[in-house]
């Protein structure tokens, strides 16, 4: 068992990783987009730091409560900034149980190409551009962390998928 959290920039096709890491995991997926479409906020639009925080609270509930079920747990949200990543691994460390960080990069031109798609299909709500911009140069790079890094283009192989799994059962063995 082991708790791991997606990192990465919007559209860069975390939410799809999580989906099929989960799959190969055999873990619950807790999202924090699904939580706050649960509070009737739409992070695409911003979302006020208290409610964010409402959110993270939910999240790290159920996180909690999942993990001490003996569960794999993915927690697919941004990653970003650096104290909550923090904050994750200080809830698997509680719990005593390993804790996992999968980077999804994408680079600017791709994100701008899935966006005008999704905008285009219509199939998911927006994320304005400004909410982009500032999620884009407040980033906090989880590079010196040793991720398992994933190519935004990967996102839906389950063989890469199938990868990081072994990788964090690994984890879970040591």
Do not use: Y
């Amino acid at each position: 068992m082991a708790l791991t959290l997606m990192c990465g920039l919007s559209f860069a096709g975390k939410s799809t990783f999580a989906t099929l890491l989960a799959r190969e995991l055999g873990a619950q997926v807790v999202s924090l987009d699904a939580i706050n479409a649960e509070r009737g906020l739409d992070g695409g639009q911003g979302i006020p730091l208290d409610e964010w925080a409402t959110s993270d609270r939910v999240a790290h509930e159920r996180v909690d409560a999942l993990l001490r079920q003996g569960k794999h747990v993915v927690i697919d949200d941004t990653g970003s900034p650096r104290f909550i990543r923090d904050q994750w691994r200080s809830a698997a460390n509680t719990v005593g149980v390993p804790f996992a960080l999968v980077w999804v990069r994408i680079d600017r031109r791709l994100q701008q190409d899935r966006v005008a798609r999704t905008r285009a299909r219509n199939d998911r709500p927006d994320v304005t551009d400004a909410v982009l911009a500032e999620h884009a140069a407040s980033f906090d790079s989880p590079e010196r962390e040793e991720p398992f890094v994933v190519d935004a283009f990967d996102t839906r192989d389950p063989a890469r998928a199938a990868a990081v799994a072994s990788a964090i059962r690994q984890l879970a063995v040591a």
